[in-house]
């Protein structure tokens, strides 16, 4: 039986007295995708960030194809044959395709290899059906196609192991299913692949094996995902069984919000063109897309971030005139913004800080220019306990909280003060499938507590489980209007393309 591609053996890694990954074991094969799952904290992307070479292990070895090797740095991992494509991507954006390949690869005689760059890309692009215009700056790639070029960028490097954390989390379905095209034919070809997701559907539908890490151990392997349930993977991830909530009927009330021929100018991003829409008291507004087609801008606009050039927004039955965060947050609107450790939270204040910032002027936390650091202090308790938010006490630096932990101090912060409508962009992006149940349980609360909600998100499948009905955005439009009970995968999939519109 021939040696694994990579092997990791025992790996051990401690953050002082925390153990994030204890005596792992992990194994690809040539040609085969292997799932990475677990809890947001287990230990996935810390043993991710050792085999990739920015943490040295604290015990264990590393084998590529039975032959042990040190890996000290992302250079030595892809010399070694090692690709990672992040989350976030890597790239340059005022350079192009070709330019952004051709980085750190030394040219011949000092020069760059220009047509030998070219040559390599149509292979690839034949090889895979990873075809790019290489004269195209990534400034103008759709999202799709900027990770489209993570991946090229890998094997164009040589990549015979490739690992892809949450790789489907900004992608429309029909992307989702050319990336798996993709990476079907690398397998095929010999490679190994490391696939880290929390949609078990996908994971069900793409990977090989899984192997499962809890509390930074190894919890469990999958040998067949794809005649495994993904309530069995759920319940191996955390320890029990994790039932989703029931949405049950609504009874929606008069508008709590209304835009009105909103339109923007083109500021950064897909700009805003003659969108109107409503969402009622008691109702929850799906908002789907595909990323960069004027969601952000959409966001902005509600939560007084950005003034519009044409068009109206009412709030609780008020015209906002303003249009500034305090403005529309004094009229009744609750934001939990799409970047959680930018605009959402301070990351370097503790948390007690970042939960109050918004409302720090109020007589709840100051009083005449001074805060009240005891009223501070035990609002943030308060939360902490009412929403399991896992943190050593209020005065932890926000950014030393988990993405989960970090959703729901947001969600905590902003449903404290009941307000009318809310507005949230990608909610459970990177959480796993305990801290999604809990953000969905808390939403599907206010909405039968008479809050009007609305959710901007890429996850279809979260959408059609936690809205009433969904809006699409294309080109800075509203392209159409379904009741969840008429809306598919598919169908949505067309819309957020333009292929389709229904209003």
């Given amino acids: 039986m021939p040696a694994p591609l990579i092997e990791m053996r025992g790996i051990t890694k401690r953050f002082g007295a925390v153990k994030a990954n204890e005596a792992v074991d992990l194994s690809v094969a040539p040609g085969e995708i292997l799932g990475l799952l677990g809890e947001n904290g287990a230990g996935k992307t810390t043993l991710m960030n050792v085999l990739f070479g920015a943490y040295a292990p604290d015990a264990g070895e590393i084998l590529i194809q039975g032959q042990p090797v040190r890996i000290a740095s992302s250079a030595d991992a892809l010399a070694a044959g090692i690709g990672m494509v992040h989350q976030h991507f890597h790239l340059a954006p005022r350079l192009t395709v070709l330019e952004n390949l051709l980085i750190g690869i030394p040219g011949r005689s000092g020069r760059i290899d220009r047509a030998g760059g070219l040559a390599r890309l149509a292979e690839i692009g034949r090889q895979h059906g990873l075809t790019l215009d290489p004269n195209l700056p990534v400034s103008a790639l759709s999202v799709g196609e900027q990770q489209r070029l993570e991946i090229v960028k890998a094997l164009f490097r040589g990549a015979r192991l490739l690992i892809l954390d949450e790789p489907t989390a900004v992608l429309a379905p029909t992307e989702v299913d050319g990336l798996f095209s993709a990476l079907r034919s690398m397998a095929a070809q010999g490679l190994g692949i490391i696939f880290i997701s929390h949609k078990l559907n ?65 500021h950064s991003g897909t700009a805003l063109r003659d969108v109107s829409l409503a969402v009622r008291a008691g109702e929850i507004l799906g908002i789907a897309g595909v990323s960069g087609n004027g969601q952000r801008a959409l966001a902005e606009v509600i939560s007084g971030v950005r003034l519009p050039d044409a068009g109206q927004m009412t709030i609780a039955g008020q015209k906002v005139s303003g249009y500034s965060p305090r403005e529309v947050q004094a009229l009744g609107l609750g934001r939990i913004p799409e970047d959680r450790m930018t605009t959402g939270l301070v990351t370097n204040l503790p948390l007690a800080d970042s939960m109050v910032l918004p409302r720090i002027g109020t007589a709840a936390f100051s009083s005449r220019g001074l805060l009240k650091p005891d009223a501070i202090r035990a609002f943030a308790e ?122």
Avoid: W
């Avoid at 009927?249 to 909103?262: N, R």
């Avoid at 999604?436 to 609305?454: S, T, V, W």
């Fill in 202 to 266: 996908e994971v069900r539908a793409l990977t090989h094996r899984c192997t499962v890490l809890r509390h930074g151990r190894v919890a469990g392997r999958v040998d067949d995902p794809a005649n495994t349930t993904s309530a069995a993977m759920a319940q191996l991830m955390c320890g029990h069984e994790i039932v989703p909530p029931a949405r049950g009927p609504s009874t929606p009330g008069a508008a709590v919000l209304t835009l009105d021929g909103i339109s923007t100018s083109q």
């Fill in 382 to 503: 308060a939360q902490i306990k009412a929403y399991d938010i896992r943190c050593p006490g209020p005065m932890t630096r926000a950014g030393a909280l988990s993405g989960g932990n970090l959703q729901k101090a947001l969600l905590a912060r902003e449903l404290a003060f009941d307000p009318k409508v809310l507005i949230v962009s990608q909610p459970t992006r990177g959480l796993d499938i305990g801290a999604a149940r809990f953000i969905h349980e808390k939403f599907l609360d206010m909405r039968g507590k008479g809050c009007g909600i609305i959710v901007i998100g890429e996850d279809l499948e979260e959408l059609l489980v936690l809205c009433d009905r969904i809006a699409v955005m294309y080109e800075g439009r509203i392209v159409g209007t379904l009741d969840s009970a008429d809306a598919t995968v598919a169908r949505l999939g067309l819309m957020m393309t333009g292929a389709e519109g229904h209003s």
